[in-house]
C-alpha cells in the first residue's frame, strides 16, 4: 500500500483534559487508487489530512507513506518526504500572484535543490495534462478560478509523488468548474499512480471514487469499496 494508516490515535489539549480528533483509525490507500472522506465539518477529515501528510505526528499509530514510517523519521526527515512523495492540494490555490503557471511548477524544484530551468519541459508536459498549454505564461490574476486549480494540481504532481492529499478543492469553483476538476483528479490519480485521498462534506463528489469512507466524531468507517 502507497498511504497507510493503521490505528492511530490523535488528541488535543482542551481546558484540562484533551479531546480526541482521530480515534483509532485506520486507512489503506493503493497506488492508482481514488479514497474520498465524507464527513460534516469537526469530524476529523482535517486532522486525517494532516497526519496523512506528515504535518502532525499522531498519539499512537503507525504512518507509512511509499515505505516509509512516518512516525519514526525526524523533523528534517519529514520535511524531505513531503517534498518529495506527497502532493498536497488545498481548498484555495495560493499561487504566488508573481509567477506565471509555468513557474509556479518550476518553483517547486528549487525548493528542491534542483534548478528551475531543468524542470521546464516535465512542468509544460503538467500544464498539458491539466489542459493548460497554452496557459503556461498567464499569471493567476489572468486564469479562471478552475484555471487556477489546475495549475495547482499539475504543480501537486511535479515531484512525482506517491501520495495526492486534496482538501475540498471545489469550494470555491461552481458545480460545473468543480465537477470537471474532480473528473481531472481522477484521470490523473490512474495515470500518474498515485494513492489519493479526497476530503470533502458534499456527498455530490463521491461519484469518482473508487472506495468512499466516512468520518464521524473522529472515526472512519467504509461506505463503498471497489
Known amino acids: 500500500m502507497t498511504l497507510l494508516l493503521d490505528d492511530v490515535t490523535l488528541t488535543y489539549p482542551d481546558g484540562m483534559g484533551r479531546l480526541t480528533a482521530l480515534d483509532g483509525v485506520s486507512l489503506d490507500v493503493p497506488a492508482g487508487r481514488l479514497t474520498a472522506v465524507v464527513g460534516p ?14 504535518l502532525i505526528t499522531p498519539d499512537s499509530g503507525r504512518v ?17 518526504l513531503r517534498r518529495r512523495d506527497i502532493g498536497i492540494i488545498f481548498q484555495q490555490p495560493n499561487l504566488v500572484p508573481s509567477l506565471t503557471a509555468l513557474e509556479q511548477l518550476q518553483v517547486m524544484a ?101 472506495r468512499v469512507t466516512e468520518m464521524t466524531d473522529g472515526r472512519l468507517r467504509t461506505l463503498v469499496r471497489a
Request: net charge neutral; proline share 4%.
Open 41 to 54: 465539518s469537526g469530524s476529523g477529515k482535517s486532522s486525517l489530512l494532516a497526519v496523512a501528510a506528515t
Open 64 to 80: 507509512v507513506v511509499a515505505g516509509h514510517e512516518t512516525t519514526r523519521l525526524s523533523p528534517a526527515e519529514r520535511a524531505v
Open 110 to 210: 528549487d525548493l528542491d535543490g534542483r534548478k528551475p530551468s531543468a524542470m521546464r519541459d516535465r512542468a509544460r508536459e503538467l500544464l498539458a495534462s491539466v489542459g493548460l498549454a497554452d496557459q503556461a505564461h498567464r499569471r493567476p490574476y489572468q486564469l479562471s478560478g478552475g484555471q487556477r486549480q489546475r495549475v495547482t494540481i499539475a504543480r501537486a504532481l511535479v515531484n512525482e509523488p506517491a501520495v495526492l492529499l486534496v482538501d475540498e478543492p471545489t469550494s470555491a469553483l461552481d458545480r460545473q468548474r468543480g465537477e470537471a476538476v474532480l473528473d481531472l483528479l481522477a484521470e490523473l490519480t490512474v495515470e500518474r499512480g498515485t494513492a489519493t485521498v479526497l476530503v470533502t462534506h458534499d456527498r455530490a463528489h463521491i461519484g469518482i471514487a473508487d
